[in-house]
């Protein structure tokens, strides 16, 4: 087994209850295969985003990417936080999630952010099928990705996504990237969010 196989495999989710296998292989990391995303596959994993459920089908989402080695790339990194650039600024592709603010009668879309977070639920869940993984990152200045790509105030940066296929060297990341791409995935207990008749005291 290569090293990246067993970084994936160890990264596979220990589930109470079994769930859908591409769920359990999703994760976040910090390197990539150093490999183009195919323009077939990024093509799926809009149209993954198109076909999701949005409050009354205004599918507020909205995505700007760019591939490695080009202006708007760098772009992104220079909007990106410390710790993010340090593994982020070498996936193959960037993306700034956004989702428009207003609702067409120029009020606020309060479920704008809700259905940008389903839109991309589905692209991830596309990208995982392809053998592409998304690192979502909260860590960027969104106001500085809006000024620099002239986005207006009626749309709202979310977060950047490093975007690359799943195999990358662990040896490419410094020990201590080496020592969180390797760490237990924990999460809370079921009790703990789902509340049945009532909420908790
Ligand atoms: C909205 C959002 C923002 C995140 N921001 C960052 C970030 O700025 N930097 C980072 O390294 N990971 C970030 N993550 C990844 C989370 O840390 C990760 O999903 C979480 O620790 C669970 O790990 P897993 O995705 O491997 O299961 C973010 C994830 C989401 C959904």
Redesign the pocket.
């Known amino acids: 087994m290569t090293a990246p196989e067993q970084v994936q495999l160890e990264?596979i989710a220990d589930c109470d209850y079994e769930i859908f296998a591409l769920l359990k292989q999703?994760?976040?990391p910090?390197t990539f295969k150093e490999e183009k995303i195919k323009k077939q596959h990024l093509n799926q994993l809009f149209e993954a985003a198109r076909w999701a459920a949005s409050s009354n089908n205004l599918q507020p989402w909205r995505f700007l990417y760019a591939e490695q080695n080009t202006d708007a790339y760098e772009k992104i990194v220079s909007c990106l936080?410390e710790?993010?650039k340090k593994w982020a600024s070498k996936a193959p592709l960037l993306m700034l999630s956004i989702f428009k603010q207003t609702n067409p009668d120029g009020k606020e879309n309060f479920h704008a952010l809700h259905d940008l977070g389903l839109s991309l639920g589905n692209m991830t869940m596309q990208a995982q099928y392809m053998g592409i993984a998304l690192?979502?990152?909260?860590?960027?200045d969104w106001k500085k990705a809006q000024e620099l790509f002239h986005i207006s105030n009626d749309y709202h940066v979310t977060?950047a996504i490093a975007v690359g296929y799943y195999g990358g060297e662990l040896d490419k990341l410094s020990e201590e990237l080496q020592i969180e791409e390797m760490k237990e995935?924990k999460r809370m207990q079921q009790s703990e969010f789902a509340f049945m008749n009532k909420w908790p005291d």
């Open positions: 990264n999703r994760y976040s910090r936080s710790e993010n690192h979502h990152m909260a860590g960027v977060t995935r």
